[in-house]
C-alpha cells in the first residue's frame, strides 16, 4: 500500500510537465512566457509562501530546538554536494554543468512531491520533520545550489561576475523563509487574510514549475540533448548517494532523534531533483537542457525509486 501511494504522487507530477509539453506543441506558449515563467515564481509567489510556511508550521517556544535538529539534513546536503563535486571532477562530468548537477544530486522537491509523498507514509506526525528538512533544503539551495548554478550561468554572452553571483545569494527566496524565522522569533501576529494569500500565492509555484519543465524538455533537441554519463552519475548521486549520506550524519551527529524523524530524513533525501534547477538555470542563462532532462529522468526514476525507499525505511527503523 505504502508503494501505490507514493507512484500515484509521482505520476501526478509527470501529468502536469505533460500539460507544458502538450501546450508548448500547440504554440500556446510563446519564448516570452517562457521567459516570464522563471522569474514570476521565483520573484512573485515563491517568497511570501515560504515566509507563511514557517510562520504557520513552526512554534515560538520550541523554535530554537527544532532548528538544531534541521543540522542533520543541512549537514548531509553540505557533504552530499561536495562529495559530488569531488566525484564529478574525478569522473569527468563536463565543467559547464557541474554545479547544476552537484545542486540536483544534492537537493530533492520537499514541496510538491515531499509534502504528498510524507502525507501517504506518516500522516500529520511527519509534518514537523517536514519542514525542519524543508527548511534546510530551501536555505542550502538558495545559498550553495544558487551560487554553483549562478557561477554557471551566463547573460548575453557574459559570465556572472563574482559581485552580481554574491548578490543573488540572498535571493528573494531566502529572504521570504528568513523574514519567516524573524516573525515567528518576535512574535508578531499575520492577519489570516494575508496568510491564506501567500498560501494561495505558493500554490502557484509547483504547477508552473513543472509545466515549464515540459515546454523546455520540448524544445530539447533530443538528439543533442544530455542523455548520456553525466545525467547517469547525476541520477546515481540524487536517488542513492544523498539518502545513504543522510542515513550515515544522522547515525555520526550526536544528536538524539525520534525514528519517524530518520524516516522522514531518509525518505525526502531520496526523492527527485528540486524543479526550481530547471527554473533557476533558465533565470541564470546556465545549461537549463540538462536542468529539464534531470528533473524528467529522476521523476520518472523516482516511480519506483521513492517507493522503495519508504519501504525500506519503514522497515528498517521502528
Known amino acids: 500500500m505504502v508503494f501505490l501511494n507514493a507512484l500515484e504522487s509521482m505520476v501526478s507530477i509527470t501529468l502536469l510537465s505533460l500539460v507544458g509539453y502538450v501546450l508548448a506543441w500547440r504554440g500556446w506558449i510563446s519564448r516570452d512566457v517562457e521567459m516570464f515563467i522563471p522569474k514570476f515564481v521565483i ?3 515563491v517568497p511570501p509562501y515560504l515566509m507563511a510556511s514557517v510562520v504557520q508550521h513552526f512554534n515560538h517556544d520550541d523554535f530554537v530546538q527544532l532548528i538544531t535538529e534541521s543540522a542533520i539534513p543541512f549537514v548531509s546536503l553540505v557533504v552530499s554536494f561536495f562529495l559530488f563535486l569531488f566525484l564529478g571532477r574525478l569522473l ?3 565543467r559547464k554543468h557541474l554545479g547544476l ?5 544534492a537537493t530533492s522537491n520537499t514541496i510538491f512531491i515531499g509534502i504528498p509523498v510524507n502525507n501517504a ?3 500529520p506526525m511527519g509534518l514537523t520533520s517536514l519542514l525542519l528538512y524543508f527548511l534546510a533544503n530551501t536555505v542550502f ?3 550553495f545550489g544558487n551560487y554553483a548554478i549562478a557561477r554557471e550561468g551566463t547573460h548575453d554572452g557574459r559570465r556572472l561576475s563574482t559581485r552580481e553571483i554574491v548578490s ?3 535571493s528573494p527566496p ?4 528568513m523574514i519567516g524565522c524573524a516573525i515567528l522569533m518576535l512574535g508578531i501576529p499575520l492577519p489570516r487574510f494575508l496568510i491564506s494569500a501567500c498560501e494561495m500565492m505558493g500554490g502557484i509555484s509547483s504547477p508552473l514549475a513543472l509545466i515549464l519543465v515540459g515546454v523546455i524538455l520540448y524544445r530539447i533537441d533530443w538528439k543533442s540533448a544530455h542523455l548520456g554519463k553525466d545525467i547517469v552519475l547525476s541520477l546515481l548521486g540524487r536517488i542513492l548517494l544523498t539518502p545513504v549520506i543522510t542515513i550515515f550524519v544522522i547515525l555520526l551527529m550526536p544528536l538524539e532523534i525520534p525514528p519517524i524523524t530518520t524516516q522522514v530524513y531518509v525518505v525526502q533525501a531520496g526523492l527527485p531533483c528540486m524543479t526550481n534547477i530547471a527554473l533557476i538555470s533558465a533565470y541564470y542563462g546556465a545549461d537549463k537542457e540538462f536542468g529539464s532532462v534531470f528533473v524528467c529522468v529522476t521523476t520518472i526514476v523516482g516511480m519506483i525509486s521513492v517507493p522503495i525507499w519508504m519501504t525500506l525505511v519503514t522497515f528498517f527503523v521502528q
Open 174 to 177: 531566502l529572504i521570504g523563509t
Open 168 to 170: 543573488h545569494i540572498f
Open 141 to 143: 539551495f538558495w545559498t
Open 43 to 45: 520573484q512573485i509567489t
Open 121 to 123: 507514509l506518516f500522516g
Open 101 to 105: 548537477a552537484a545542486t540536483g544530486a
Open 92 to 94: 569527468g562530468i563536463d
